[in-house]
């Protein structure tokens, strides 16, 4: 079984969105840790609760939407502030 390293998943989360801890002010450093973990945590407890009761399809439809979803949001906020 592949294990996964919640931390190993923020350093990359911080390298994608261009984020660098050392030159965050330590309240920017805090929220945005926060926001992270929160978010993984609630979609850990949807894929869960929810998508893990789905049928393989279904479920595989349903993680492809809100995949889009996230891609959406962040093509808005790029193209927001170009």
Not at 11 to 16: N, S
Request: glycine share 8%; charged share 25%; hydrophobic share 40%.
């Amino acid at each position: 079984m592949k294990t996964f390293d919640i931390r190993d998943l923020y350093k990359e989360y911080l390298q994608r969105t261009g984020l660098d801890e050392i030159r965050m002010p330590a309240i920017q450093k805090q929220e945005t840790r926060r926001a992270f973990y929160g978010g993984c945590g609630h979609m850990l407890i949807l894929l869960l609760n929810k998508i893990s009761e789905m049928g393989d399809v279904e479920g595989a439809l349903a993680i492809d939407d809100l995949l889009n979803q996230v891609g959406k949001f962040w093509i808005t906020e790029a193209n927001a502030h170009n």
